[in-house]
């Protein structure tokens, strides 16, 4: 499996490395994902918008999300990504696919990078099961 230009798209501006574990994830992942339209870098309005939908507990403005670019080494990056299962052709927010893609993600981010990925479903207090951040 791989990503497809779609998704490689709505990476764009995300780091680098985020980028690494998430191109040689997909290709031993047990399931497909790709990456949703909002699932990269967020101006402070796209932010705001998914905010207000409740989809998010950053308002991109006094609570900042790692979607939110920032400077780094003269670039700006984002430091976060949001996946969806790719099942029977279509994309899927089921738990059950997620959280198996996710512990895949986080043991290639281990293992190949030595990098620790924090995954949204492991949160307490809100569950964000698409989610993934440095």
């Known amino acids: 499996m791989k990503l497809s230009k779609r998704s490689l798209k709505h990476l764009q501006s995300v780091n680098p490395l985020l980028i690494a574990i998430i191109v040689e994830g997909i290709q031993t992942s047990p399931y497909d994902f790709g990456i949703p339209s909002t699932g990269g870098v967020r101006t402070q309005k796209e932010q705001y918008q998914l905010f207000l939908d409740g989809k998010s507990k950053c308002d991109g403005t006094i609570k900042k999300s790692n979607h939110q670019p920032t400077l780094v080494r003269e670039m700006k990056q984002g430091n976060a990504f949001d996946i ?8 899927s927010w089921n738990k ?23 995954w949204g479903g492991d949160w307490r207090s809100w569950k964000d099961m698409p989610h993934f951040q440095l």
Do not use: C, P, S, W
Request: hydrophobic share 40%.
């Open 96 to 118: 059950t696919y997620l959280e198996a893609i996710a512990r895949h993600l986080q043991q290639v981010a281990e293992n190949r990078y030595n990098v620790d990925l924090e």
């Open 84 to 91: 969806f299962a790719y099942i029977d052709g279509k994309a």
